[in-house]
């Protein structure tokens, strides 16, 4: 038997950078099972390699949020995104029956906006195709120019208390979205339409 609304949900896997590894999830996220995955400084090649760590937990669900560090290293949007898709189609094919949420690159300074919309623009597109969720951090967390929201930062990239709050307040929504979705990439193959009807 489970106790609270989260534990039921076996074990959410938070997946990414200094972003996720500062965040006091265990706290936020009540009767949820979270393994916090965050590495500060990490690129999306760093997850890459360690990506096997996170499928040998099994988890039942998995939000990952990489990539802003890899446009410190001025790598290309075109580097993060195909990144970002080897790590979910890995994910997919290594946890089948998982839920996926994909969180927008967040906004940081302006001077990265463009870079950045654009990385997002192809996640927001890719995510359907591994049964993934989406989940666009951008309304609740830029400015209009696409600076991150001064009130959320000390630095023009890493969250204040203010800054996890907004985050928090557009993830536990995002991963109760992410439950609903059918998780089987299974599902997608077509019918043997070659023998007799």
């Known amino acids: 038997m489970s106790d609270g609304w989260g534990s039921e949900h076996g074990v959410l896997a938070l997946v990414g950078d200094s972003l996720t590894q500062g965040g006091d999830w265990a706290a936020w996220l009540p009767g949820e099972d979270v393994r916090n995955h965050g590495v500060a400084g990490d690129t999306t090649d760093d997850v890459i390699a360690r990506l096997n760590a ?21 790598r290309s949007a075109e580097h993060v995104v195909r990144n970002i898709e080897t790590i979910l189609v890995t994910l997919r094919k290594e946890l089948p029956e998982a839920r996926i ?31 993934a969720a989406w989940l666009d951090l951008w309304p609740a967390t830029a400015l209009e120019d696409g600076e991150l929201n001064p009130a959320f930062t000390d630095d023009r990239l890493h969250l204040n208390d203010e800054g996890y709050r907004a985050w928090l307040n557009e993830l536990i929504p995002g991963l109760e979205r992410a439950r609903q979705l059918p998780p089987n990439s299974r599902a997608i193959q077509l019918p043997d339409l070659g023998g007799a009807a």
């Open 54 to 74: 996170v499928i040998d937990e099994q988890p039942a669900t998995v939000a990952l949020l990489i990539g802003t560090n890899d446009l410190a290293w001025r």
């Open 101 to 131: 949420l994909v969180q927008s690159v967040m906004p940081r300074g302006h001077e990265f906006a463009d870079q950045i919309r654009d990385i997002n623009r192809h996640l927001w597109q890719f995510a359907p195709t591994v049964h």
